[in-house]
């Protein structure tokens, strides 16, 4: 179970996350509260951008965030040309998908039992 503070914190970072993201106009985001379940971490972010140079936009833009918040990053994909990029931050890990590989992977259905977080 999360702490309070730590979920206060949390969700005002994932706010400006997602100010951020719909600024970048991201296609259907969802956060997906995963404190419940085994992973080992609190959050997924899910987006969908809509082409390579826009995926490769939001991974940039969104490791600038975390680096300009102090917020660490464990891992992030560097190349070009994915499907599904990945950036774990630790407590939240961000999924940008092309439109086919967020419909093949559809980790949103995978996932069914975890809360979504809406703002």
Not at 67 to 84: L, P, R
Request: charged residues 30%; glycine residues 4%; hydrophobic residues 45%.
């Amino acid at each position: 179970m999360l702490e309070k503070n730590k979920v206060t914190r949390d969700l005002l970072l994932l706010k400006e996350l997602m100010a951020l993201l719909e600024k970048k106009e991201v296609i259907e985001p969802v956060i997906l509260d995963m404190s419940k379940t085994r992973l080992l971490t609190d959050y997924f972010i899910i987006c969908t951008a809509n082409s390579n140079i826009h995926m490769k936009s939001l991974r940039d833009d969104i490791v600038d965030f975390f680096n300009e918040k102090g917020k660490e990053i464990i891992y992030f994909d560097q190349g070009e040309g994915y499907d599904w990029l990945l950036i774990d931050a630790g407590d939240i890990v961000v999924h940008i998908f092309t439109k086919t590989a967020r419909e093949f992977y559809d980790i949103e259905h995978l996932w069914i039992d975890a809360e979504r977080v809406v703002f």
